[in-house]
């Protein structure tokens, strides 16, 4: 069996030299308080608000790799004006992931907590780019059977963000939306909302083949930024 006693975690850590530090750290696994889960996590989504906790703003170029296979660290510049910035977690390891997905391998005592063992679930909490994550039951979703991790890993930034746009489309009284990156997970999550509710959405991509993902979904307005008639066709789009 599956106890999950300690697991890996990825940390990000700005030094007082101005250096930002990706690891991962080997922490014990919490034991479930009596309405609690511990969850085996399998899939985890990547979204800007993760990547701002997790790179800040390191310069990448500047990135090295040292460590281990077993224990890898990056270690990435800062400027020193970033550094003030993020002022607040300098000298703090913190963990990052905002949601993801696994399979319940141990519980609390109480009903609700129990009644997810060995399901696959989603989660929301943060610190989710772990091995083991122990967390309320109240914050696990059951997935529908058959569903992977994967498939439900991202259940609750980009839905939520989708909803906002068209809400806050409505609110201000406007009857369309243009978005960039329109094949993103996000942009595809988008466009199904707005073909359901018949909102026209006008799609900005980089390439062919994101365009053709979004097409095979039923979207009308598709422009690549790459072709030579972007402005014509963005044009036309809009009209």
Not at 6 to 35: C, W, Y
Not at 134 to 139: C, V
Not at 180 to 205: E, Y
Request: proline share 5%.
């Amino acid at each position: 069996m599956d106890n999950g006693n300690s697991g890996l975690q990825l940390r990000s850590l700005i030094k007082s030299t101005g250096e930002l530090e990706l690891s991962l750290v080997d922490v014990p696994t919490r034991e479930p308080a009596e309405d609690e889960v511990v969850v085996r996590v399998e899939a985890t989504p990547l979204n800007p608000s993760d990547l701002g906790l997790l790179i800040g703003a390191a310069d990448l170029g500047s990135a090295k790799a040292s460590g281990s296979k077993e224990s890898p660290v990056i270690t990435g510049k800062m400027s020193e004006a970033a550094v003030r910035a993020m002022a607040g977690r300098v000298g703090q390891s913190m963990p990052a992931g905002n949601e993801g997905a696994g399979v319940v391998i141990r519980t609390g005592t109480s009903d609700v907590a129990k009644a997810l063992l060995g399901k696959t679930v989603e989660m929301i909490g943060g610190a989710m780019y772990t091995q083991y994550r122990t967390l309320k039951a109240r914050d696990c979703l059951l997935l529908p059977p058959g569903t992977t991790p994967a498939e439900g890993a991202s259940w609750f930034v980009n839905p939520l963000t989708s909803l906002g746009m068209t809400e806050t489309m409505r609110r201000e009284g406007h009857k369309a939306l243009v978005h960039t990156a329109a094949a993103s997970n996000l942009g595809q999550m988008l466009n199904r909302i707005c073909l359901k509710d018949g909102i026209p959405l006008v799609n900005i991509v980089r390439s062919q083949p994101q365009a053709d993902i979004l097409r095979k979904i039923g979207v009308k307005y598709v422009v690549d930024s790459k072709s030579p008639s972007f402005m014509s066709e963005l044009t036309n789009a809009l009209a």
